[in-house]
């Protein structure tokens, strides 16, 4: 169990600019969750894989956002155009079925 | 949509008391779970506890869960400097299929 892992840890980048992070599930994991997350306050659901299949997008989730797992094993988060409200730690969480979850340590995104 | 919600937002106490810290929530719920969360790192499970048991224990901690008043605490005893994170509690969405985060109670625990 090596654990879930997220790259990069830190994103700076100026408004307007495209980011992909990416997030390394644990290898038997079947379902990958991504969460936003801001100063004080707890994760905030975003979208959510089982295997390959997007089953759920947030729908405060603007259309600047978009995930992917191919094949099922990693999984990536862009957001297009990026905004100062875009400033958040974004985490990447695990599991198997419905067990509880592991997270990755997260990309901090900075937006000038 | 926030199902659970976390009292109190802050919590500081010393080295050796005991920490409490609950969790109310709005819906049925099947389990409940606690993360904890160290500064600048990603969320860590707890506990989980499930709908028909009323507490549960791990090490130092332990767990209570009251289905008719829709709450939950985390009790944490003997607390130590690196028990100093936020805490949160986990309960699943609507239709079960995902957990729903609260906004934690961010306990320090003074040396």
Redesign the interface.
């Known amino acids: 169990d090596t654990g879930v892992s997220q790259n990069p840890r830190h994103k700076i980048t100026k408004r307007g600019q495209n980011v992909t992070f990416r997030c390394d599930p644990i290898s038997e994991h079947n379902r990958l969750y991504w969460y936003r997350q801001t100063l004080g306050q707890g994760p905030e659901f975003l979208t959510y894989f089982q295997n390959e299949a997007q089953l759920e997008k947030s729908r405060l989730l603007s259309d600047r956002f978009s995930a992917e797992r191919p094949k099922g094993s990693f999984s990536t988060l862009e957001i297009q155009r990026t905004e100062q409200g875009d400033s958040a730690m974004y985490l990447c969480a695990s599991s198997l079925g419905f067990q509880p979850q592991h997270f990755g340590d997260g990309t901090r995104l900075s937006i000038l | 949509s926030q199902q659970g919600e976390e009292d109190p937002q802050a919590l500081s106490i010393q080295e050796g008391e005991n920490a409490t810290m609950n969790c109310s929530y709005k819906t049925s719920i099947n389990n409940l779970?606690w993360y904890r969360q160290n500064s600048?790192?990603?969320?860590?499970?707890l506990i989980?506890i499930r709908s028909n048991e009323r507490e549960k224990h791990s090490g130092r901690l332990r767990v209570t869960l009251d289905t008719s008043k829709k709450s939950s605490s985390l009790l944490i005893t003997a607390s130590r400097a690196a028990d100093t994170a936020s805490y949160?509690c986990a309960t699943p969405s609507i239709n079960y299929?995902?957990?729903?985060?609260?906004?934690?109670t961010?306990l320090s625990v003074i040396p």
């Open positions: 779970q600048g790192r990603g969320l860590v499970h989980l949160f299929d995902k957990v729903i985060f609260g906004p934690g961010s």
